[in-house]
């Protein structure tokens, strides 16, 4: 079985396929691995007309979705949320693109216990474009995994994947991204990209991959994290900025790309999220 093709979950260890190592997060509560064991199998939707559909990760603690979205639709997935300290979720999503349709996932999660996020974009038809933007902020003790699949099995398809994640006091934080191109997905364009910047004891392990059958594509990934520069913030401070007026407007500053990049009709409530952090 290739890595591709395994469970996105394994229960009751809560150790992820795409992660080669032990999971250094703490596990999930027992009554949420409980309820995954009894959903296994995800919910199925069609989708045929062009729009938003927003995910309540607020309220829901486990989604498992598989969305097929019809040839030429374009579509917007938004999952914001800041979560309840005491809280966890996993959220299974996948996208399976027809002949030139479109999807951006927009996530924008803060807090938490231990937050999961599973996405996998599997871009079907020629001329599918999928897109990802995301910003992560971690705080007191929250812990958040995000996993990313970016599978092209069609000719002249692209996707693109940008995320920015704070991790400050002593937040954890595990992203995996994989980028896979089957070898009849000629002429694909494909780019994963992720920045992480830590405050405190904040912690995060970082690991992108590629797999690459076909021989006419660009594919690449970039990935960074630092922890903040204790220069810049005297600077700022001594500019009259008290340590936490500094701190945000450096994490402000940190998460602008994503806001630049994200589709207009999502960069208010991007834009609202941020302020509130």
Do not use: W
Request: glycine letters at 8%.
């Amino acid at each position: 079985m290739s890595r591709i093709d395994r469970p996105h979950i394994s229960i009751p260890t809560t150790n992820r396929a795409l992660y080669p190592k032990a999971d250094p997060l703490q596990r999930l509560p027992e009554a949420l691995e409980r309820r995954v064991r009894g959903s296994l199998r995800p919910k199925r939707v069609l989708v045929k007309k062009s729009g938003i559909i927003s995910l309540d990760i607020q309220v829901e603690q486990f989604h498992n979705v598989q969305y097929h979205i019809a040839a030429g639709i374009t579509v917007t997935f938004v999952l914001i949320g800041a979560i309840p300290v005491i809280n966890s979720g996993l959220h299974l999503v996948t996208c399976q693109l027809s002949r030139n349709s479109r999807v951006t996932v927009i996530q924008a999660l803060s807090g938490g216990a231990r937050v999961d996020t599973h996405l996998r974009f599997e871009l079907q038809g020629s001329g599918a474009v999928a897109n990802y933007r995301g910003v992560l902020f971690g705080q007191a003790r929250s812990q958040h995994a995000l996993h990313l699949i970016m599978h092209h099995q069609a000719p002249h398809t692209s996707g693109d994947i940008l995320l920015k994640g704070v991790y400050t006091e002593q937040s954890k934080g595990v992203i995996t991204g994989l980028i896979k191109i089957d070898r009849r997905a000629q002429d694909t364009d494909s780019y994963f990209g992720d920045d992480v910047l830590l405050f405190d004891q904040g912690m995060t392990a970082s690991e992108p991959m590629l797999e690459i059958e076909a021989d006419n594509v660009r594919a690449s990934h970039g990935s960074t994290t630092g922890r903040v520069n204790s220069d810049q913030l005297f600077y700022l401070q001594s500019r009259g900025l008290s340590y936490q007026q500094a701190r945000y407007m450096i994490i402000q500053g940190f998460f602008q790309p994503v806001l630049a990049n994200a589709p207009e009709a999502q960069q208010a409530q991007l834009s609202s999220f941020i302020k509130a952090l």
